[in-house]
């Protein structure tokens, strides 16, 4: 019974591989496959809540895949901060999956032609649980090619014009992101002779400081483009906003928290002693301003709201730069928050995109009369993101604050003034979407000067039709007043969901902020990682 | 830890040689790039598994033997490169079947904000903010700023 617990860590990589195999074996029952993805996630959702009830009581959970040492093996370990990770990040994916189906069969009825979408997006989830599970680089390297590898797919689905041109930036910062990987795991593999990071932890410290420091260089440079820190965000709001609404949701919502957990792991492991503590509150710094002065300038929600998502990515790394405990406790805190509601507002705005055939800013107006239930469904998170009191967006920012506040050098003092104008900056620009799009009437709606064509909103639905069908269609349901057009349930109910989701890490943020910080206690001892990985060997 | 420095010249050679290539334009040339940088990473991984020679087996015999690790992880790689190759030739000839060229374009956002730039105008946000008058007007009325014109035959 023990040893089937033991395996329960490989149950979140090896269910959704599996699910995906029998997807494409089942590949011409639309049902069956819907079918097969829901139940695959559910039981992942299901295995990681035991994961981090386990790992929360027991301390970290390790499992050696075919029986190997951990020193020569691949090994799996689930400790508090991965297993609460993977368990908001499985929820996340399965709202989505569930809004993906309900927009398949809005759009394309209940026997729509097979796509290639679901077995890709359990390969994707299965490319997260691996990120967060693994317990050494290569894994880990393993772990966020397979995720790309999906995400390239989902990214370019359908292949038309505009995606092929945004999937072609991101599919070549994400290729090059990932040689500058493999040069990193061989450049530690050279030094230190292991991949495995329990046994990096203990080796580490016997390196010369420029070795050491070059390698951390390497890895943060690494993360740094997978999480879209300042100057290597560029790539992430010419890609994003392309993409089908769900598969922009779930990017927002997991990608990017990949890698932030990469760098929260590895700094907090392997590097506690922190050299590069001024250039990671610099790059903090920047990353929160430049990217919310980015977001401030759009005049296209989902753009607004990718510009947002690289600005809050500062917030985090703001965490990671302080390396107090309550700075970790934060970020940690910060990320589940940022998943959930990143995720729901990339959700609302395909339903925006559904319900008006656009997202530009300039064409939408008078939602909030024309559909009161969106407007909810949009204020809620958007105030949440901005952080406004009673919301978890700020419960996490003002701890942020308060562990800046306690570190109190004057760098970390800077940070702190950049954390408060950023989130005052949210605001503003979450509140123009709110103006703009659904408090303000059209200004002309019978206007009949022909719609400047604009490729970046065409093709939001998720199977990629032809791009002259969809536009046809989107211009006309965009010039009815259309009053009595509804939500479509299927799409709205797992956005209400996860909606549900974000107020509910408000309503229970004193427990929840409590596992952040005997996460965070567990990432600064070290040793129960490292004797739950070594231990067994 | 003993290196070859024939190996080590290799690996610079290749992957100098790949980032040349994945400067270029052209999708293809970038993924001819990124196959040479790739080869070179493997190279690499040799590097790093230390003198050459012995059998990469592990506890057969007392004889000396070469770390199988960086072998096993170089053979994940080529894996993870051959796939990502195959996805990225399907997507220049996808790029080539649509536009009749394979190279890479500029995001259009950036290019209407460049163009802007050009001509010392403001956002369309700063006027809306600012000039309650006519606050569509620099967008909807200037068609030559709409980005349909920009895509390239």
Known sequence: MTSLLGQL??????????????????????????????????????????????????????????????????????????????????????????????????????DAPLSVFY???????????????????????????????????LITLGGTEARVRSGTIYIIVSLASSALFLIAVASVYAATGTVNFAQLALRLPELSDPVATMLQLLLLLTFAVKAAVFPLS?????????????VTAVFAGLLTKVGIYAMLRTQTLLFPTHELRTLLMWAAILTMVVGIMGAVAQSDIKRVLSFTLVSHIGYMLFGIAIASELGIAGAIFYIVHHITVQTTLFLVAGLVEYRSGTTNLDRLGGLARKAPVLAVMFFV??????????????????????????????????????????????????????????????EDPEDDTPVPFDPLVLGGSLHG???????????????????????????????????????????????????????ADELHERTPYIEAVLGDG | MTANLMLIAVVGVMVGSGVTLVLERSLTRILVGFVLIGNGLNVLFLVV?????????????????????????????????????????????????????????????????????????????????????????????DSSLAPEDEVPA
Do not use: H
Not at chain 1, 394 to 421: C, M, P, Y
Not at chain 1, 470 to 479: G, I, L, N, P, S
Not at chain 2, 81 to 86: A, N, P
């Open chain 1, 9 to 110: 860590v490989l149950a979140p990589v090896i269910l959704p591989l599996l699910g995906a195999g029998l997807c494409l074996a089942f590949g011409r029952s639309a049902a069956a496959q819907r079918l097969i993805s829901i139940i695959t996630l559910m039981a992942v959702v299901a295995s990681a809540s035991v994961l981090l009830f386990r790992a929360d009581q027991y301390g970290p959970q390790a499992f050696n895949v075919g029986g190997w040492p951990a020193e020569i093996g691949i090994s799996l370990v689930a400790d508090r901060l991965s297993s609460l990770l993977l368990l908001i990040s499985t929820i996340v994916t399965l709202c989505v999956l569930l809004y993906s189906i309900g927009q398949g069969i809005v759009e394309f009825g209940r």
């Open chain 1, 119 to 153: 077995p890709t997006f359990l390969v994707l989830s299965a490319g997260v649980s691996n990120a967060f599970l693994s317990a050494d680089l290569f894994n880990l390297f393993v772990g966020f090619e397979i995720l790309l590898a999906s995400s390239y797919v």
């Open chain 1, 234 to 246: 560029a790539w992430l709001p010419d890609s994003y906003p392309t993409a089908p609404a769900p």
């Open chain 1, 381 to 442: 998170p958007a105030m949440n993101l901005a952080g406004i009191p009673p919301f978890s967006g700020f419960l996490g920012k003002l701890a942020l604050i308060e562990a800046g506040v306690d570190a109190g050098d004057w760098l970390v003092l800077v940070g702190v003034g950049a954390a408060v104008a950023t989130s005052l900056l949210t605001l503003y620009a979450v509140a123009k979407i709110w103006n703009r799009a659904f408090w303000q009437p059209l």
């Open chain 1, 465 to 519: 039709r032809s791009s002259i069908s969809t536009a046809t269609q989107r211009e006309t349901t965009w010039k009815d007043d259309t009053e009595g057009v509804r939500l479509p349930a299927r799409m709205a109910m797992p956005t209400i969901a996860l909606g549900l989701v974000t107020v509910a890490l408000t309503v229970f943020a004193a427990p929840m902020f409590a596992v952040a910080e005997r996460a």
């Open chain 2, 49 to 141: 598994s230390g003198p050459a020679g012995a059998a990469p087996i592990l506890g057969l015999s007392g004889d000396p033997m070469a770390d199988p690790l960086p072998q096993a992880m170089a053979l994940t790689a080529i894996v993870i490169t051959l796939g990502t190759t195959g996805f990225g030739l399907a997507l220049a000839y996808r790029a080539w079947q649509l536009t009749g060229t394979d190279d890479v374009q500029d995001d259009l956002e950036d290019d209407l904000i460049r163009r802007r730039a050009e001509r010392d105008e403001v956002s369309v946000t700063f006027d809306e903010v600012d000039d309650t008058e006519l606050p569509d007007e620099g967008y909807a009325g």
